[in-house]
């Protein structure tokens, strides 16, 4: 974490938490601020130091042409229109007498000079460009990077479309800084003090004319400072909660049509967007006055330069050429100036953004998330110990959970909505740290563990289907390069999915739109099961993982779960208890604790919560005389068999 107030929040507020909060202390930690920021944003150019020096040396080589140029103009004037001696006796040495053949000879000259001015500062542009370019290259890898390690709690609190601003909008803005911003500055102050040194060479009473608008121009920058600085932090804050709008709309675009919310959902957006407006209005109006502010400058510049020149020249100070180049001179030298006070306001933006991204870099990683020690499972049997869990402090979840799952046996979780089910897989892939106790696989602390060696082991089906733009095959493989094409087909053919292959001309080829938009949702579940068989794990965990399919769809992947089970330690989390009863044991789960667990016939012969469960679910499809309560007698037990049911595939039977 930095000393600047990086690590924790990366809301946009990093850095102003020092101070007293008194203006002074205020502009101070501003100040301190930016220069830190800054710091940080050149540390991405050193691995390209040399293009930095080259172009800088670019910039300082097309500054030396530019004063040759107004140089050559006054000479041509002086000596071959004016009639004038040359000023020094090298150029009377060179030049030929001939008023044509001079002008010729430094007409060709001055495009010569203009010839390589072009080249130059072409050089420099495309070096700066491309620099700017690899940075920010370089800057969206360490981002997406850090995301991939960050918790998955921050991403329970964080908007996606924020990231996405953080990604896009406030990466590009730190690209005109590197392409138009932090070189070009140096770059343009190099070329305003080269051109200073010219006009105290050239003739010092005008130069001083012209310097004294400097002062002038850095109290306009002190003035509208402030003004863009703030603007555009509230800017990219607004353009955050847009974008964050935007996703979540185009995400829940059908339950806003299904529930008639597109004007309350448009006047929301209507109050985020005038915010929005009317801070872009306030960078505007800043900019447009100070803009024109140093317009005015430059004209007031020339104008004393003139009336200067004017007094200078009926005085037989000044010769026609020299005023006629130190116009040129003086245009010149407020141009970088000019370009500094445009570069100024995209270093303020690049600076507010820089604040949102590095911010986005300093969130902490809990440290727990980091640590391991390579520990290897001795096993394929899960142990919870005692585990403890809550997502806010002390508002528990799991309440000294503890149970043991064989290797090669499938354990199945039920409970009501809130019991806590989803939150054990979480658990168990690492997303999460208990407060207390421990998860043990094979013996090992899930913990001690890498998470990409824990996780490696799993195959995972959840209630929401995620499948991505590409082929089926994409899919199935999901960038794994140990899945072949073959392991991928068969995985498709044992799931059933083989099927909606043949119905598709392209077969595993064929392209998945994106979110599998062209996709049944049963559809997609089948490729979600064929990834985790394709995968080969060595434990499958199924988190609601047919409760958003269609009956045929659940017969189908039920028919191939004896292979999907084989040698595998199984976990199926699951709602419809139709999924469930071939388990080996069933684990019922109730405000946080363990309420029962055994097999589905022991579970309904004693009457609690699993036999309140399944009664709500299949209590309609049981003979009246099923419904009676059931005797603690050896021949009372209630026992499931295979049927023809519609929707659950068992019956219930007396055991008589």
Known sequence: ??????????????????????????????????????????????????????????????????????????????????????????LAGILPHNSAKGIALLSLLYGIVLTLTLLIDSTQNFLAQWTGQMAMAELRRRLLRHLHRLPISFYDVTPAGRLVTRLTTDIEALNDLFANGVVALLADAITALFFLVALFWVEWHLAIVVAAVIPVFLLLIKFFRGLITRSQQKVRILIARINAFIAEHANGIYVVHLFNRQQPSLQTFDIINHEHMNASKQWVTANAWFMPSIGLLNTISQAGILITGTILLQAGLLSIGILVAFLQYGSKFLRPIQDISDRYSVLQTSIVSAEKVFALLDTEIPQEMEQHSNAKPRGADIAFHNVWFAYKPERWVLNDVSFHIRDGEMLAIVGHTGAGKTTMSNLLLRFYKPQRGTIRIGGADIWEMPPSELRRQFGVVLQDTYVREGTILDNIRFGSETVTDEDALRAAQIIGLDTLLASLPDGLETWVQERGDNLSTGQKQLIAFARALAHNPKFLLLDEATSSIDVETEARIRGAMSRLLENRTTVVIAHRLSTVLQADRILVMHKGRVAETGGHEELLARRGLYWRLFQIQFGHQLNPEEKSPVRQGAGDDLHVAPSQVPGNGYALQSAQ
């Open 1 to 90: 974490m930095s000393a600047f107030g990086y690590g924790g929040g990366w809301g946009g507020g990093g850095g102003r938490g020092f101070g007293d909060g008194s203006a002074n202390i205020e502009e101070i930690s501003a100040k301190v601020r930016d220069w830190y920021l800054l710091s940080r944003l050149l540390k991405l150019l050193l691995p390209y130091w040399f293009c930095v020096l080259f172009s800088l040396f670019c910039s300082l080589a097309s500054t030396l042409l530019q004063i040759v140029n107004p140089l050559i103009l006054s000479v041509a004037i002086d000596v071959y229109f004016m009639k004038h001696a040359p000023r020094s006796a090298f």
